[in-house]
């Protein structure tokens, strides 16, 4: 197998991978992922206030001529609420904060005082005005943004597409605290990947992996940013109709799919849909991993079974070709 080069960083409040399969393209390819990075983050941070997303989140009542990449990016999440019927919606941005994650991940303590928590439908996506020609935004009074969930998959697709561009050959795999997306050739027998619910875990023999060729893979999970607020577990995916973070049976779930940003829609979506989310993920034809509360794996809509010797290598291939509608 031909060699990969590898360069790690840390962005948009996690980490960063990027690999590509020609070594000295590594510097070019890196360059332009930083650039989409520091793009995305100006225009769709929620932790810093002069992002044209907390400038849009400060205008309530008011229309927003927003960039083209910021309007990119609130598209997606309103296709992924219509998709989805509401299980992933950009208007959770003021339930997350008061479940206590109003800041950088990393500024979260993990332990605290009891919160005030009210169960309270979010306001909903459909309230938000929306015109993508204009690129013009409108929120009402009382309802902010979050793009926490599609922005950095989105960021994952424009990153990889960036990267295979200015390395001008081969192939590229850029991974954003485990949202991934891939461009241009893959290596011989794909890219094999480590499936975990914690983006932050080890590269270890034994553990599962997979193989994608095209498209992307996202890892939504409530095991990883949680926090403890007297005594109450709390984590960081909310469930659009309580306003609090989401308690069905589903711990983690990873989807594979055509970019990234389908594959987050669905990881999301699936936590929050719980019981529902198999045959959600079977109907779209989205293979996904879900982990349960008890550790437990389901495999759904063709995600590979692991061959039974627990080291055997190369992975289970998949082909991501399955692609939500618009
Ligand atoms: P992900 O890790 O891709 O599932 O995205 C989770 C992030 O998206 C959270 O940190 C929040 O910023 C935001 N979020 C939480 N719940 C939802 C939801 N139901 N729909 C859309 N975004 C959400
Ligand atoms: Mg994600």
Same mark, same amino acid.
Request: a negative charge.
């Given at each position: 197998?031909?060699? %990969? /080069?590898?360069?790690?960083?840390?962005?948009?409040?996690?980490?960063?991978?990027?690999?590509?399969?020609?070594?000295?393209?590594?510097?070019?390819?890196?360059?332009?992922?930083?650039?989409?990075?520091? $793009?995305? $983050?100006?225009?769709?941070?929620?932790?810093?206030?002069?992002?044209?997303?907390?400038?849009?989140?400060? !205008?309530?009542?008011?229309?927003?001529?927003?960039?083209?990449?910021?309007?990119?990016?609130?598209?997606?999440?309103?296709?992924? @609420?219509?998709?989805?019927?509401?299980?992933?919606?950009?208007?959770?941005?003021?339930?997350?904060? %008061?479940?206590?994650? $109003?800041?950088?991940?990393?500024?979260?303590?993990?332990?605290?005082?009891? %919160? =005030?928590?009210?169960? &309270?439908?979010?306001? #909903?996506?459909? @309230?938000?005005?929306?015109?993508? !020609?204009?690129?013009?935004?409108?929120?009402?009074? #009382?309802?902010?943004?979050?793009?926490? *969930?599609?922005?950095?998959?989105?960021?994952?697709?424009?990153? /990889?597409?960036?990267? &295979?561009?200015?390395?001008?050959?081969?192939?590229?795999?850029?991974?954003?605290?485990?949202?991934?997306?891939?461009?241009?050739?893959?290596?011989?027998?794909?890219?094999?990947?480590?499936?975990?619910?914690?983006?932050?875990?080890?590269? *270890?023999?034994?553990?599962?992996?997979?193989?994608?060729?095209?498209?992307?893979?996202?890892?939504?999970?409530?095991?990883?940013?949680?926090?403890?607020?007297? #005594?109450?577990?709390?984590?960081?995916?909310? =469930?659009?109709?309580?306003?609090?973070?989401?308690?069905?049976?589903?711990?983690?779930?990873?989807?594979?799919?055509?970019?990234?940003? $389908?594959?987050? +829609? *669905?990881?999301?979506?699936? +936590?929050?849909?719980?019981?529902?989310?198999?045959?959600?993920?079977?109907?779209? #034809?989205?293979?996904?991993?879900?982990? =349960?509360?008890?550790?437990?794996?389901?495999?759904?809509?063709?995600?590979?079974?692991?061959?039974?010797?627990?080291?055997?290598?190369? *992975?289970?291939?998949?082909?991501?070709?399955? &692609?939500?509608?618009?």
């Amino acid at each position: 197998m031909s060699p %990969l /080069a590898v360069a790690d960083d840390r962005a948009l409040g996690g980490s960063v991978r990027v690999i590509v399969t020609r070594p000295a393209r590594l510097g070019a390819a890196k360059a332009a992922v930083d650039r989409c990075l520091r $793009d995305i $983050d100006l225009a769709a941070s929620r932790f810093r206030e002069d992002s044209e997303l907390s400038r849009l989140n400060a !205008a309530p009542e008011t229309e927003v001529r927003v960039s083209a990449l910021l309007a990119r990016a609130i598209g997606e999440a309103l296709r992924g @609420a219509r998709l989805t019927q509401g299980a992933v919606d950009p208007t959770v941005g003021e339930a997350v904060k %008061l479940c206590g994650y $109003d800041g950088d991940f990393a500024s979260i303590a993990a332990d605290g005082l009891p %919160l =005030d928590l009210l169960v &309270r439908r979010v306001p #909903g996506w459909q @309230a938000v005005q929306f015109d993508p !020609a204009r690129h013009a935004v409108r929120v009402p009074r #009382g309802v902010e943004l979050d793009l926490g *969930a599609s922005a950095k998959a989105l960021a994952a697709d424009l990153s /990889a597409a960036a990267a &295979r561009e200015a390395a001008g050959e081969g192939g590229v795999l850029i991974s954003l605290g485990g949202d991934i997306a891939v461009a241009g050739e893959p290596p011989q027998g794909g890219w094999i990947i480590q499936v975990s619910e914690d983006s932050g875990a080890p590269i *270890a023999l034994g553990e599962e992996t997979v193989a994608i060729t095209a498209g992307g893979m996202a890892t939504s999970s409530t095991t990883v940013r949680r926090w403890t607020r007297g #005594g109450v577990v709390l984590h960081h995916i909310i =469930d659009p109709a309580t306003g609090l973070p989401a308690s069905g049976p589903w711990r983690t779930a990873t989807v594979v799919a055509a970019t990234c940003v $389908d594959a987050n +829609i *669905a990881s999301t979506a699936a +936590i929050v849909m719980g019981e529902r989310a198999a045959g959600w993920l079977e109907a779209a #034809g989205l293979p996904a991993r879900l982990v =349960d509360r008890s550790g437990a794996l389901h495999r759904t809509a063709g995600w590979p079974v692991p061959e039974a010797s627990p080291s055997s290598l190369p *992975a289970n291939t998949q082909e991501p070709r399955s &692609r939500l509608s618009s």
